[in-house]
């Protein structure tokens, strides 16, 4: 059973700072760590109703503003917007309440995952007033195939990542799909279908020369993939391109109610999102170094596959 419920009382033992609370959250930690998904039925991360009521209506004014946007923390900095089109005290309003969650979410992982004491990055935030049933996009971008997370732009050389959401829809739940975790799934793909890593300098000058072949040579330096990061990147592609594991893997449907907030390490926990509209998320990355649960970073999972550093 991977979706594990945090009753309201036990999560007060740890906001509290008591040392039960203490010992909770390293219990808390390792479930993460080990491909669960920690469930909020009420989220503690409750949004402002005028916020709320701004998200919701974005649809119904004809805003340009209700397709997927991302914020961008570090530079206060809204993505995934037409500036000409989206009037400008409507996108002022939206980075606004973007800034607000962003903060707020990072506020509340700072009481909550004790042991990780703040080792991890800011990534994006996201608003997604998409209806997710029956999106018509790219295989590859497509999130109701069950997928693990790697992003082509961002590579996060062996950092974990951890998404925090919440599904701000006023009555229908998100519908998720939750595979098993990495460490059981990998050997579906690696080494048959998919190369076990191998360390830096045996792969750049490979690589360097696909880029040069691809005429992507000037645009690639600024990327800096770790063979890590590459073998993530193709994980993700595979995985959503192969059928067999699609319709084959082992999966437990999963329902988020309103209101209600998760999270998971979704580079490691396979996950599709079937049905639903309205959500917040908040990514972080985290250091693998302070894992609860060392091993179960995906990048020593690899390293002990390659026998070799991967980052
Ligand atoms: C995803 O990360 O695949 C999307 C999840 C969601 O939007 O619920
Ligand atoms: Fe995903």
């Not at 080990?34 to 805003?63: H, I, K, W």
């Not at 999130?143 to 062996?158: E, I, W």
């Not at 880029?211 to 600024?222: D, I, K, S």
């Not at 917040?280 to 970073?297: H, I, K, N, R």
């Amino acid at each position: 059973m991977p979706v594990f419920p945090i009753a309201p009382a036990e999560l007060n033992d740890v906001l509290s700072g008591s040392p039960e609370g203490a010992s909770r959250a390293r219990e808390w930690c390792a479930l993460l760590e080990g491909g669960g998904v920690l469930y909020f039925p009420q989220t503690p991360v409750p949004v402002p109703d005028a916020d709320l009521a701004f998200l919701l209506s974005r649809q119904q004014t004809g805003s340009n503003l209700h397709k997927n946007i991302a914020y961008k923390p570090n530079r206060d900095l809204l993505s995934g917007v037409d500036r000409k089109s989206a009037a400008s005290a409507e996108l002022k309003k939206l980075r606004e309440i973007m800034r607000r969650y962003s903060a707020a979410v990072d506020a509340f992982l700072s009481r909550f995952l004790i042991p990780y004491d703040r080792h991890w990055r800011l990534d994006y935030a996201s608003f997604r007033p998409i209806e997710e049933e029956g999106r018509d996009l790219p295989l590859r971008r497509r999130n109701d195939l069950l997928h693990t997370d790697a992003f082509p732009t961002r590579p996060t050389r062996g950092w974990r990542i951890l998404r925090f959401f919440h599904n701000i829809h006023p009555e229908r739940t998100r519908d998720w799909v939750v595979g098993a975790p990495f460490p059981r799934i990998i050997g579906n793909f690696t080494p048959g279908k998919l190369a076990v890593p191998r360390p830096e300098g045996l792969v750049s000058g490979a690589s360097k020369f696909a880029a040069r072949a691809a005429g992507l040579g000037g645009l690639l330096p600024h990327i800096k993939r770790t063979p890590y990061d590459e073998f993530m990147m193709q994980l993700h592609n595979l995985m959503k391109e192969d059928s067999e594991f699609q319709l084959g893997c082992s999966r437990q449907k999963v329902q988020f109610a309103p209101g209600s907030s998760w999270m998971v390490y979704t580079e490691t926990v396979p996950h599709a999102v079937l049905a639903g509209q309205y959500a917040l998320e908040q990514t972080f990355l985290v250091d693998p170094a302070v894992m609860v649960v060392p091993e179960s970073a995906p990048v020593r999972v690899l390293e002990k596959m390659a026998g070799a550093r991967l980052v």
